[in-house]
């Protein structure tokens, strides 16, 4: 099933999280913390941790069909899916822009 890897560029730290604690962080218990870095509990954002679970999800379930695809089908070759980042995306300064 595969686990959801996170890179904190805070602490320099990798931790992953396992499938079962992939869930909208409404529904995990308060001691757990999977949307915080175990190394130094820099935290994701309630909204964006819901962003990276749908995501995980979407890519587990494009994976699968990727699977049945290649099994249904003995002649497709097997292909399969991952997001790999290439590190922080450059985003704007908003406290230099001139409007
Ligand atoms: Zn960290």
């Known amino acids: 099933m595969g686990t959801l890897e996170i890179h ?21 218990p308060e001691w757990l913390h999977p949307y915080r870095c ?12 819901d962003k990276l679970v749908t995501a995980f999800w979407t890519l587990w379930e494009v994976n699968k069909e ?3 695809w290649h099994t249904g089908y ?16 450059p985003h704007k300064d908003y406290n230099n822009d001139q409007v």
């Open 74 to 89: 003995q002649d497709h070759p097997l292909l399969q899916a991952a997001y790999k980042s290439d590190g922080p995306i």
């Open 66 to 68: 990727l699977q049945e």
């Open 8 to 28: 904190c560029h805070n602490c320099g730290g990798t931790y992953e999280v396992l499938p079962d604690c992939i869930v909208s962080a409404d529904k995990l």
């Open 38 to 49: 175990p190394h130094c509990m820099a935290q994701v954002n309630s909204r964006t941790w």
